[in-house]
């Protein structure tokens, strides 16, 4: 904290509110079972302070790390309250580190990111510039939404995901298992600096990016995992296309839907499932922005025809900060990072709603994956060896493609 205060934090941090209407918001409920999002003039957040503790933690990153995994959990009312929470971790009761935790109903990943920025920005002692009348606010998302313009890319989207529902996949899974461990749902972790750079060495060499060549080898492995060439995923858009979007706090991200069918019969190298997955990938951001109301009723429509239920239950989301595919300095090879790599289960809840979600995040010196999955249709042993094989297929293309 570069020697700041408890009170200049503070400080800081209701600087921020003030700065952004996302955190001064709350949703609340019309006589028509509608939600709204009310903007207030002021707002709050939840700030608790604790010291750090060497018998829980290493050291202050690693006891703040722990911290902003409880936060992530923290139940709230979005009618009452604000769900913004900061835990200041002290050393002699001075600030080192903070973790915090912002509702997904008033921000997405991106905004989260621009917070953290400004945060860190204020902490050096440097000055925000003020936020002008072209900034993007919560008020400008829902006046696009609602403008002719924003009806119409929800109506197309909404056809998109009407057929692909309809000829995809209900489910990649198998049938339940008949043992059901308790609890069901678990994480895993990877750690992998081998495939932090396989993954950039294989995105330069096939004109591709990483998020692209990630999916392509989370989709090879799956296949072979399941047995299925048909693939589904729900992968998390951005959809800040407006330039003036680009650095707004508030909730502009949605689910899109891409699908994936691999031509393995016809000796389908990595090369064409990852232009295969761009075009998917492509295909499912541009329909990415839709009014999620109609899509329940399309989803339990399209289910009613098929005679099955048509799940919505995997997903997966790329976060990485990896440099630009085009970045010109040597990486390596991965081969000889390979036992750097760290696997661990994780948390372990009894009720979570997916099957299946895969999130990629870390940098260049290392990605991290973390997998939520459904015990009863994919066995720990076996999730844990997709990890592997993800990794271990991306060290063997890169080493026949990128040498």
């Known amino acids: 904290m570069d020697g700041r205060t408890v009170e200049q ?42 010291e750090f503790d060497p018998d829980e933690s290493s050291d202050p990153v690693a006891q703040a790390q722990s911290v902003a995994e409880e936060l992530r959990h923290q139940a709230g009312d979005v009618e009452n309250s604000f769900l913004t929470y900061a835990c200041v971790i002290t050393v002699d009761d ?13 921000a997405d990943g991106t905004s989260v990111d621009i917070l953290c920025r400004e945060i860190a920005s204020l902490i050096a002692g440097n000055t ?41 996949p209900a489910s990649m899974f198998p049938e339940r298992r008949a043992e059901h461990p308790e609890p069901r749902f678990t994480q895993i972790e990877m750690f992998s600096p081998a ?3 396989a993954v950039q060495g294989l995105a330069r060499t096939l004109e591709s990016t990483a998020t692209t060549v990630t999916l392509a080898l989370l989709c090879s492995s799956l296949s072979r995992a399941l047995g299925t060439t048909e693939l589904m995923f729900e992968l998390i858009s951005k959809n800040r296309w407006q330039r003036e979007a680009e650095d707004a706090v508030c909730n502009i991200a949605q689910n899109s839907l891409f699908r ?68 010109a300095g040597p990486l390596g090879s ?40 459904d015990l009863d249709y994919l066995p720990l042993d076996d999730a844990t060896a997709l990890l592997w094989d993800i990794e271990q297929l991306a060290v063997v293309e890169h080493g026949a493609l990128v040498g």
Not at 35 to 47: H, K, S
Not at 271 to 289: E, F, G, K, M
Request: aromatic letters at 8%; one cysteine or more.
């Open 334 to 373: 991965p081969g000889g990072l390979l036992p750097a790599t760290t696997v661990r289960t994780g948390s372990r809840f009894t009720s979570i709603g997916t099957k299946f979600f895969l999130r990629v995040g870390g940098t260049s010196a290392g990605l991290y994956l973390s997998l939520l999955v």
């Open 94 to 106: 001075a600030p080192a580190q903070l973790a915090l935790a912002v509702s997904h109903f008033f």
């Open 9 to 50: 934090l503070l400080g800081i941090l209701e600087h921020v509110v003030e700065r952004h209407e996302a955190l001064r918001s709350r949703f609340l409920v019309d006589a028509m079972g509608q939600p709204w999002q009310d903007v207030l003039a002021a707002g709050e957040m939840t700030v608790e302070f604790r």
């Open 128 to 168: 925000l510039p003020e936020l002008d009348h072209a900034t993007w606010r919560p008020i400008d998302q829902a006046l696009h939404e609602s403008s002719p313009e924003g009806r119409k890319l929800s109506e197309r989207a909404l056809r998109y995901w009407e057929k692909n529902l309809a000829e995809g």
């Open 195 to 197: 495939l932090a750079v």
């Open 260 to 327: 994936l069918s691999l031509d393995t019969g016809r000796g389908q190298g990595f090369p064409d499932v990852v232009r295969a997955t761009a075009r998917s990938a492509l295909l499912a951001q541009r329909h990415s922005r839709h009014d999620p109301a109609p899509l329940d009723t399309i989803v339990e429509t399209v289910g009613d025809r098929r005679g099955l239920t048509v799940e919505r239950s995997c997903f997966f989301n790329f976060t990485a900060d990896l440099p630009a595919e085009n970045h």
